[in-house]
């Protein structure tokens, strides 16, 4: 095994910081619930900027809320190597997911203060805001608008299911920046980005592996699928003479699957939420919203799936007299990852005596988003039996500290080019 590098994370101080953090929206089950830019993500926000500032890093938020953390580094002059991920989380959510990648980012500057290393290239820890796309679609919405994936205006304007839009909810805790959102000449794009997260599924547990090289994400396409019936009696009305949307729900919950499964084994299809109305049990329902999540690794299967929806729902809108409305709200191409960047994460499994994969992420991450303005790759590690997205999602310190040590090394040999 290689010899313990000089160069390392303190993992009891990370996994402190995280167990802090997941304070903040703890849920009875161990999890934790702190939606994008409600007063909990405020709290977190807050919390983190105040070790942000303790190790002497210099903040700026930009106009949808990103906050960037800057370590300058000995010539101001040359892009910044930058890493992190999000704090807000599934209204069900985890301790780990998003957290993990802004404290270990933290965590790698407060090793470079301990070891007195001033590096060439500036450091920086991003927090994006709203990655899970759970509150306000798009998903990966402060990465997105950074990118240049959607519109400033566009993300502003989303709103919650309460009608709040997301520029009142930045303003309301306070985090509506001034920097304009996107490289700039003061703030250039990243020289690489690095974002280390959980896997989020059960490959790296199954193979016994601690770190995956994420050589790239699936492309997605979310829809909002909108039935329209006619709300009636469930007693005197026939059954061949309803206009009842929740059966035609039920035929596209179905089909989503089936669309799915006909793109095996890398196709993913899932509608999570679905809306009734007036959702009483006496009435056939005449509204019903539903989510649609496809995902792909190849832009032609998610073409495919997406038409295979829309002409499914039109024989359906027929066959049930119903009116079916389906608007895509957010849509990315499946990404693959940097070289440069994947063999710096290499070099660094290689310095730790680690053993680890490369690895395809079926969620999306901020890192999809950056990797259109800088060269960006992504460091996993397992989660307890590949769960996240639910409150039990748990990881191991020691992958938790391999991962950041990961990142460590990696970060420090793109500052130092
Ligand atoms: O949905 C995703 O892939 C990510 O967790 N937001
Ligand atoms: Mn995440
Ligand atoms: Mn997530």
Wanted: hydrophobic fraction near 40%.
């Amino acid at each position: 095994m290689a010899s313990t590098p000089a160069l390392q994370v303190h993992s009891a101080r990370l996994w402190d910081s995280l167990m802090a953090l997941a304070q903040i929206g703890a849920t009875d089950k161990g999890g934790v619930r702190r939606l994008a830019l409600t007063e909990l993500d405020r709290q977190a926000r807050d919390l983190v900027c105040g070790w942000f500032r303790e190790a002497g890093l210099k903040l700026r938020v930009d106009q949808i809320g990103n906050v960037f953390a800057r370590r300058e580094g000995s010539n101001p002059k040359l892009a910044a190597v930058a890493t992190g991920s999000h704090i807000d989380t599934q209204p069900s959510g985890g301790k780990f997911d998003g957290n993990y990648g802004v404290l270990a980012g933290l965590e790698v500057v407060r090793s470079l203060n301990d070891a007195g290393l001033v590096t060439k290239r500036p450091i920086e820890v991003c927090i994006w805001t709203n990655e899970e796309g759970s509150r306000f679609t798009p998903v990966m919405m402060g990465s997105g608008v950074w990118a240049g994936a959607f519109s400033l205006e566009h993300a502003q304007q989303a709103r919650d299911s309460a009608g709040m839009t997301v520029l009142e909810a930045l303003r309301q805790i306070a985090y509506e920046g001034s920097v304009p959102c996107g490289p700039s000449t003061e703030h250039p794009s990243f020289h690489a980005y690095f974002e280390a997260h959980i896997e989020q599924g059960p490959v790296l547990e199954d193979a016994n592996l601690p770190i995956g090289e994420v050589i790239g994400a699936l492309g997605q396409r979310w829809f909002d699928v909108r039935i329209h019936g006619m709300d009636a009696h469930a007693g005197p009305t026939p059954m061949h003479l309803r206009k009842d949307a929740m059966l035609a729900a039920a035929a596209m919950v179905q089909e989503v699957n089936t669309i799915a499964l006909s793109h095996s084994p890398y196709g993913r299809g899932t509608v999570g939420s679905l809306r009734v109305e007036p959702n009483s049990r006496n009435v056939i329902p005449g509204y019903v919203q539903c989510s649609v999540d496809f995902r792909h690794p190849e832009l032609e299967g998610l073409i495919d799936m997406e038409a295979r929806l829309r002409r499914f729902a039109e024989q359906l809108a027929a066959q049930n007299r119903v009116d079916i409305d389906i608007e895509k709200v957010t849509e990315f191409a499946p990404c693959k990852f940097s070289n440069s960047c994947l063999d710096a994460i290499r070099q660094s499994i290689k310095t730790f005596g680690l053993s680890s994969m490369p690895i395809v992420s079926g969620a999306g991450h901020d890192a999809v988003y950056v990797a259109r303005q800088s060269p960006s790759a992504m460091i996993f590690i397992p989660c307890k039996d590949g769960i996240s997205h639910n409150e039990i999602e748990d990881a191991l310190p020691e992958h938790i500290e391999a991962g950041a040590n990961v990142l460590l090394g990696a970060m420090v040999e793109m500052a130092q080019q």
